[in-house]
Nanobody
Framework: QVQLVESGGGLVQAGGSLRLSCAAS????????MGWFRQAPGKEREIVTT????????YYADSVKGRFTISRDNAKNTGYLQMNSLKPEDTAVYFC???????????WGQGTQVTVSS
């Protein structure tokens, strides 16, 4: 019933841009915070960025500040990650997830591959 589906990943050259989407269903999307996470081969999963349910508060990891932008459209039940000035070290599987207030990220998408070539 609860489902998150990422899309928009692919292959891009260093310096290029990519926009990821996260389509949510089976829940009241506007009642949940949302985050984007990534995991590269041989590395631990790391947080990339998060956004509150209303979109009024955002957090970015230092490694992506100034390059990535998180947003959401609750009327469309969709979250987004705009990635600019991509670097090879951004290569990873990117996941979206949602959380209710005062709880963990209970629901996760299947992930989408982002590959940045040098």
């Amino acid at each position: 019933q609860v489902q998150l589906v990422e899309s928009g990943g692919g292959l891009v050259q260093a310096g290029g841009s990519l926009r990821l989407s996260c389509a949510a269903s089976g829940l009241t999307f506007g009642a949940y915070g949302m985050g984007w996470f990534r995991q590269a081969p041989g590395k631990e999963r790391e947080i990339v960025t998060t956004i509150t349910s209303s979109g009024g508060n955002k957090y970015y990891a230092d490694s992506v500040k100034g390059r990535f932008t998180i947003s959401r459209d609750n009327a469309k039940n969709t979250g987004y990650l705009q990635m600019n000035s991509l670097k090879p070290e951004d290569t990873a599987v990117y996941f979206c997830a949602v959380k209710p207030r005062a709880r963990g990220y209970d629901y996760w998408g299947q992930g989408t591959q982002v590959t940045v070539s040098s």
